[in-house]
């Protein structure tokens, strides 16, 4: 019944809290700085609904952005320094001077990401001149570490923030290109889509994303159904252990396009430089590169030797040159080697199912929810068992999703825990929040939090709101 309470006031209460939190960060501002004119920007969380960990391959993601959000109010400051604080007074405070190459806080520092947004504009510029500083009050509701892109949310806002402090434009597109460098600052070898859809997102579309340009399409949603996001509560954190395991998957797919490019042996073939490329110029199509991923690559775990023999290099070169991420940072060979084969077979099954649901959802085919939830109960197993990215209690939440009579149920973003994503049948949210509340928080002693669940609609992208 609480359960049930709390989804209902939830609801009723969004507008409330918007403008509740907009006088709090305001009155934070004042008396943190001073009371003088304010821009206010926000920049959404997002919910992926599939294409997990294609971004970085070149290939495709569906995600859609969420009424959660990064809240920003800003003003100008005289000299050249930006300085920042947040509502929850445990996010310590800061400031840094606005510089050509600005070194990063401690790994972990929650100012790095208003560093990196400050750091990918002025690249972008290529100069800091004339960037004018700033001081700003942050209020979030992007539950942190839950695989629902806070800090995409963060860093965003914040570019947000300078360039309306600056009375700068970017066009959209091109900011969602500059941005989706910004996690390589805090040692993240991601792709762009986090930051792509807190700009890029439609009210109540969500959107397919191709990378390398950026370029996006609207897809609608089944009008028969609703997304319930469900929340793990195991912490995801890009700080922690997440950050490695994330980058040992960029790994082990850049091993996998140089082997298949390597045993693909077509003279002339341009060197790939992620698995899309090797996909588009070295195969026949999504078949065609799943039977090459077949053959091609052996089952067993590769070890550096087994990389530089299959490279024809040297086990120093494979060791630094080959098992290396796109922030430049080596990864050790792991226990059982590096598992090429699932890696790729995941990433090509996956980009299909990202094509399949775009044709399917903007199509006109009548059973869309079930064909939907089916793909995404796919993307789920893949996700489990070839890139080996879930866990137990994601696991749980998933088949909780689909005893309650989801249509379909799987992990939604980086993985290694976070959140799970529900589409299920319009307006049965209370009654799948009640059933996964007894299925899942209950037995895991998780009934404490008050915002386990959320249902959630796509939402408008990143802007200034006054
Ligand atoms: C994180 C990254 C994204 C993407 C997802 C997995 O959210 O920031 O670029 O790779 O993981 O799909």
Sequence with gaps: MEVLLSVNAQAADVAEEARQRLINSITVYETTFAPEEVVVVRAPGRVNLI?????????????????????????????????????????????????????????????????????????????????????????GNVPLASGLSSSAA??????????????????????????????????????????????????GKCLKIDFYPIRTKLVTLPK???????????????????RVAYNMRTVECRIAYMLLHKLAGKAGAKEPTML???????TEGFDDALN????????????????????GVSEEYAAKEVCLTKTGEVMPEPQGGFQVKKRARHVISEARRVEDSTALLNGDSE???????????????????????????LNALVEAG???GSYGSRLTGAGFGGCTVHLIPKGKGPEFIKKIHEAYYLPHDL?????????????????KLF
């Design 447 to 463: 009934d404490g939090y008050a915002d386990n669940q959320y249902l959630f609609a796509p939402a408008q992208g990143a802007g």
């Design 224 to 242: 028969e159904a609703d997304i319930l996001v469900c929340h793990s509560r195991v912490k995801a954190a890009k700080a922690g252990n997440a």
């Design 276 to 282: 899309y490329d090797w996909f588009a110029n070295e």
């Design 402 to 404: 689909k005893a309650a």
């Design 367 to 393: 059973n869309k929810a079930e064909a939907f939830g089916l793909l995404m109960d796919q993307s789920h197993a893949s996700c489990r068992d070839d890139y080996e990215i879930s866990c137990e209690e």
């Design 154 to 203: 963060f860093t965003v806002a914040a570019a947000e923030a300078i360039l309306a402090i600056n009375g700068r434009t970017i066009d959209p597109v091109v900011l969602a290109e500059v941005m989706a460098k910004s996690d390589h600052y805090v040692g993240m070898a991601s792709g762009g889509m986090d930051q792509s859809i807190s700009i890029l997102g439609q009210a």
């Design 292 to 311: 090459k991923i077949e053959t091609a690559l052996v089952d067993e775990g590769y070890t550096v030797k087994m990389i530089a023999d299959a490279l």
């Design 51 to 139: 294409g997990e960990h294609t971004d970085y391959n070149g290939f495709p993601v569906m995600p859609m952005a969420i009424s959660r959000d990064m809240l920003i109010v800003a003003g100008a400051s005289k000299d050249n320094v930006i300085s920042f604080a947040n509502v929850i007074p445990s996010f310590q405070g800061g400031s840094f001077t606005i510089e050509r190459n600005i070194p990063p806080y401690q790994g972990g520092d929650w100012g790095n990401y208003i560093k990196s947004a400050t750091q990918g504009l002025i690249d972008f510029w290529g100069t800091e001149e004339g960037l004018q500083g700033l001081k700003m009050v942050i209020d």
